[in-house]
């Protein structure tokens, strides 16, 4: 990926998250937080990945594709880009992987923890100690 193409992709992500915040008319996007833009090589495409801390996921992803129009004429006014790619709005899953891996990883210890209570290994542990 060129330097060019990735400092576009970084501008575009914090012009975004400005627009949202600032100047949206819907003032659900206000509380839409832009993670990562990713430009193809040819500016056809611009794929935007959002996150949100509540509410659902159908009405975030209508609202993004209602004002798709008005986000891409201001980004491409504010960025001066002669060729603006078209919008592709897509939920970042990454933060519920993680929450996911998190539980997963509570749930071993709580097994592991249960499994050394039952066989006696808990307390030579803490004597150890």
């Known amino acids: ?3 060019s193409l990735e400092r576009l992709e970084s501008q ?5 998250s400005i627009i949202l915040r600032k100047d949206a008319k819907n003032q659900k996007l206000g509380s839409v937080t832009i993670t990562e833009v990713r430009i193809t090589r040819d500016l056809s495409y ?5 996150t949100f801390y509540s509410g659902k996921e159908e009405t975030f992803q209508k609202a993004l594709d209602d004002c798709k129009g ?3 004429s201001e980004l491409a006014r504010k960025l ?3 060729k603006m790619p078209e919008l592709i709005f897509k939920r970042d899953t990454s933060l519920d992987y993680g929450n ?4 997963i990883i509570v749930e071993i210890h709580k097994k592991d923890k249960e499994r050394a209570e039952a066989t006696g290994d808990a307390s030579e542990n803490t004597e150890e100690k």
């Open 12 to 16: 575009a992500l914090r012009e975004l």
């Open 100 to 103: 996911h891996i998190d539980d």
């Open 80 to 82: 001066k880009a002669r």
């Open 1 to 3: 990926m060129s330097i």
């Open 46 to 50: 611009m794929t935007v990945y959002y």
């Open 70 to 72: 008005y986000l891409r």
